[in-house]
């Protein structure tokens, strides 16, 4: 696709639930970024990967949470037993560039709407 | 570290009126820095980026932004708003190391009215 996809547009999940968002990156982008963005609030980074790797995750709030992008591609972000603190939008970034450099620009999907119940 | 403030959390001003939006940042050497728009239901979409050089930096959309580095200030500024300018925007400073060192403000949301 020509932009960053991010699926579903909205969730809604019962408090103690799982749930997996996804991220299609802009086809051949290394790296890699998820952001939560709270209501009222900026996006706040959660964890960055370049291809498969996941190069930082100091930005996840706990261990509920978890992060894979396996063939270098698609990423997945997996919150596991929701909290109602969790509630938020969730961004996925893409860049071409490795590293995560400032030298290309930061494509940013439309976001999953998180709201736990 | 760093940090950055944006204290102005919604600004209203009239279709044609000039328009600025303050950023404020805490950050020990030169930073790199970012602002952002978003509209509604949709991602971030960049405006400009200062990373050195000249302090005035054009970015989309008619915006400009002056680093003042007496005052740690990155202001954005439009001289004539267009209704279409009505959305959210977010200062953001980095430093070295890429986008996963980059902390955005809390935004200042722009409202245009007639």
């Known amino acids: 696709g020509a932009g960053v996809s991010q699926s579903p547009r909205y969730k809604v999940a019962k408090r103690g639930q799982d749930v997996a968002l996804r991220c299609d990156p802009i086809s051949g982008h290394v790296s890699l970024f998820w952001y939560q963005q709270a209501l009222g609030q900026g996006p706040e980074f959660l964890t960055y990967f370049q291809n498969e790797a996941q190069l930082d995750k100091s930005g996840l709030p706990s261990d509920r949470f978890f992060a894979e992008r396996p063939e270098g591609s698609v990423s997945t972000l997996k919150i596991q037993r929701t909290q109602q603190e969790d509630s938020a939008v969730y961004l996925c970034?893409?860049?071409?560039?490795?590293?995560?450099?400032?030298?290309?620009?930061?494509?940013f999907g439309n976001g999953t709407r998180l709201t736990v119940t | 570290a760093q940090s950055v403030t944006q204290p102005d959390i919604h600004i209203t001003v009239s279709e044609g009126a000039s328009l600025e939006l303050r950023c404020n940042y805490s950050?020990?050497?030169?930073?790199?820095l970012f602002w952002y728009v978003q509209s509604p239901g949709q991602g971030l979409q960049l405006l400009l980026k200062?990373?050195?050089?000249?302090?005035l930096v054009q970015g989309i959309k008619g915006f400009e932004a002056e680093f003042k580095r007496s005052q740690s200030s990155f202001n954005l500024r439009k001289p004539s708003v267009h209704w279409s300018d009505a959305a959210e925007y977010f200062c953001a400073v980095g430093r070295p190391g890429g986008y996963q060192k980059v902390t955005f403000g809390t935004g200042t949301k722009l409202q245009v009215i007639p």
């Open positions: 950050y020990g050497a030169t930073p790199y």
């Open positions: 200062y990373f050195s050089g000249d302090t």
């Open positions: 970034a893409s860049s071409v560039s490795r590293e995560g450099s400032y030298n290309s620009p930061l494509h």
